[in-house]
């Protein structure tokens, strides 16, 4: 049996990976609650605290004025007149991109309205598709956490080509042990995104 040569792999090569620490292993001290690093296989689990109510309430739930989805922001990479990503406000990720999509109009999942729950799907896929323009990356995940904010939003993580330890629900811990990357390389990611989501419209970093 011939193999056949275009499923021969080979270390990827972009400028991304060619910054990453490929080889070292990342410390996850600074991770809140963290166990060791995603490489090793046993976690240490940390006692179940206490479950004490009434939570606290997140930002934007008892005043839609405090809420940061609704202000205006230099780190709003694309806009339109219903949604909107920003990326690069916790300073700069390890990973290729992490950007959070939001509707303009303060609403929660439980309350968003049809034509917002309509528009969700077309802007993953244009999320999707635009962060996957960034050569170093292979897929796009896309998770909602739902405890800092009462504002509806989704978080878009690009998965790199070729990080297998990478997939699945993982992919956020390694952002946080990820060292930044510099910020040339991040602001140019951060720009091919914004052009793809603008080439279909709206308007990359409306806010600069």
């Given at each position: 049996m011939t193999d056949d040569a275009s499923s021969v792999q080979h270390p990827a090569d972009?400028?991304?990976?060619?910054?990453?620490?490929?080889?070292?292993?990342?410390?996850?001290?600074?991770?809140?609650?963290?166990?060791?690093?995603?490489?090793?296989?046993?976690?240490?689990?940390?006692?179940?605290?206490?479950?004490l109510v009434p939570e606290h309430p997140r930002s934007g739930?008892?005043?839609?004025?405090?809420?940061?989805?609704?202000?205006?922001?230099e780190y709003t990479v694309w806009?339109?007149?219903?949604?909107?990503?920003?990326?690069?406000?916790?300073?700069?990720?390890?990973?290729?991109?992490?950007?959070a999509i939001s509707p303009r109009?303060?609403?929660?999942?439980?309350?968003?309205?049809?034509?917002?729950?309509a528009g969700l799907g077309p802007i993953l896929q244009r999320v999707s598709e635009a962060t996957k323009a960034i050569p170093a990356v292979a897929r796009c995940h896309f998770s909602r956490w739902n405890d800092g904010s009462a504002h509806l939003h989704m978080w878009a993580y690009a998965r790199p080509a070729g990080m297998m330890q990478g997939r699945g629900p993982i992919?956020?811990?390694?952002?946080?042990v990820m060292p930044a990357m510099p910020d040339e390389l991040m602001q140019n990611n951060l720009r091919?995104?914004?052009?793809?989501?603008?080439?279909?419209?709206?308007?990359?970093?409306?806010?600069?």
């Open positions: 972009t400028d991304w990976h060619r910054w990453a620490p490929i080889g070292e292993t990342l410390d996850a001290s600074g991770v809140a609650g963290s166990g060791p690093a995603p490489s090793i296989a046993e976690f240490g689990m940390l006692p179940l605290k206490e479950m739930e008892r005043d839609s004025s405090e809420c940061h989805h609704c202000r205006p922001s806009a339109d007149d219903d949604w909107q990503v920003n990326a690069g406000f916790g300073g700069n990720t390890g990973l290729p991109f992490v950007g109009r303060h609403v929660k999942l439980e309350d968003a309205p049809i034509e917002v729950l992919l956020p811990y390694w952002e946080q091919t995104v914004a052009d793809e989501l603008a080439a279909g419209g709206g308007a990359a970093f409306p806010n600069r």
